[in-house]
């Protein structure tokens, strides 16, 4: 059973960085494509990240330039580095995974065509 667990959410400062991991041990598939989501309270999921077998990348356009999403094949994890943080970004983040799929090009991605959910991590922007 694959269940990804996310790390490293917490309290930050506006304009400060955190570092999100989501380790996933068991982990089996060589094409997929990994996605960064958040949620706040009442709100859509919305997604902010994503990385494919290949190493592509692909941001939704409020993140480009603050936020990184990379990836640790040997360690099963994936990472998304967060800078200039603000209180927009306050909210739960998710990781999730398809799997026998690359990123469709960048496209934005769906909750629905996701296979695997990590439980959310709460991150919280505040002086």
């Known amino acids: 059973q694959i269940q990804p667990v996310e790390s490293g959410g917490g309290l930050v400062q506006p304009g400060g960085s955190l570092r999100l991991s989501c380790a996933a041990s068991g982990w089996k598939y060589g094409l997929y494509c990994l996605t960064w989501f958040r949620q706040g309270p009442g709100k859509e999921r919305e997604w902010v990240a994503s990385i494919d077998s290949d190493g592509k990348t692909s941001y939704t356009s409020s993140v480009k330039g603050r936020f990184t999403i990379s990836q640790d094949k040997a360690k099963n994890t994936l990472y998304l580095q967060m800078n200039s943080l603000s209180d927009e970004d306050s909210t739960m983040y998710y990781c999730?995974?398809?799997?026998?799929?690359?990123?469709?090009?960048?496209?934005?991605?769906?909750?629905?065509?996701?296979?695997?959910w990590g439980k959310g991590i709460l991150v919280t922007i505040s002086s």
């Open positions: 999730a995974a398809e799997v026998a799929t690359d990123c469709s090009g960048g496209a934005p991605r769906h909750e629905k065509g996701m296979a695997y």
